[in-house]
């Protein structure tokens, strides 16, 4: 499809261990940004990637989230050690550089569960 | 400081009825962009209505109008005639024009739609 896709869509792991959730952005989209969402609350801005410039990762809540963009395109969202409170969805985006008005685009999202 | 406020975390509205729901924003740019999304419960964020800085006329999508009040920073969105598939998250959101493709959202506001 040409929409934003994320995968793996749903995600079970246990405490301690670590997880990769990767977004797949529409083709030419030089922005992406990930987000998180806990149950019924808004979005937290995690990290925001555009074009080759040096990413913003002001919102990672800690050292154990890390977040990489190759090429251009694809991006990996790593979480090292989970705890129960990473428990959330992770929301890909991206976006079209140039216009103001360009909105952003976003994946289904990856629903992530640390028991 | 916040970016993007949005005061009314739930708000209800009888079907039929129109609906504001209030965004202030937080920039000291000139140019920016406005944009409010629908979030429902299936997870997906829909893209609603969007409003330049420079737009001297409400940005107007169908149903969904944008009262943009430069001066007092605010952007409420104003639903007319309320469906009950109305019944979702709305998220503001803000694009920055000097900082590129950042885009900050609010905390949302759940909207009930009753029958």
């Known amino acids: 499809g040409a929409g934003v896709s994320q995968s793996p869509s749903n995600k079970v792991t246990e405490k301690g261990k670590d997880v990769e959730l990767r977004c797949d952005p529409i083709?030419?989209?030089?922005?992406l940004y990930w987000y998180r969402q806990s149950l019924g609350q808004g979005l937290e801005f995690l990290i925001y990637?555009?074009?080759?410039?040096?990413?913003?990762k002001s919102g990672l809540p800690s050292d154990r989230f890390s977040a990489e963009r190759t090429g251009g395109s694809v991006s990996t969202l790593t979480i090292q050690r989970t705890q129960q409170e990473d428990s959330a969805v992770y929301l890909c985006?991206?976006?079209?550089?140039?216009?103001?008005?360009?909105?952003?685009?976003f994946g289904e999202g990856s629903w992530l569960t640390v028991v | 400081a916040q970016k993007i406020t949005q005061t009314q975390p739930g708000m209800f509205v009888q079907e039929k009825e129109a609906v504001t729901l209030d965004c202030t924003y937080d920039?000291?740019?000139?140019?920016?962009?406005l944009f409010w999304y629908k979030q429902p419960s299936s997870g997906e964020m829909i893209f609603l209505i969007y409003?330049?800085?420079?737009?001297?006329q409400n940005a107007t999508e169908g149903r969904y109008s944008l009262n943009f009040q430069k001066a007092r920073k605010s952007a409420n969105l104003v639903i007319s005639a309320s469906q009950l598939g109305d019944s979702a998250m709305y998220f503001c959101?803000?694009?920055?024009?000097?900082?590129?493709?950042?885009?900050?959202f609010g905390t949302g506001t759940s909207l009930t739609v009753i029958p």
């Open positions: 985006a991206s976006s079209p550089r140039g216009a103001l008005g360009n909105t952003i685009y």
């Open positions: 083709s030419g989209h030089t922005a």
């Open positions: 990637f555009q074009g080759n410039s040096a990413p913003d």
């Open positions: 920039t000291s740019d000139q140019s920016y962009g």
């Open positions: 409003q330049g800085s420079y737009d001297e």
């Open positions: 959101a803000m694009r920055e024009g000097n900082t590129g493709n950042q885009f900050y």
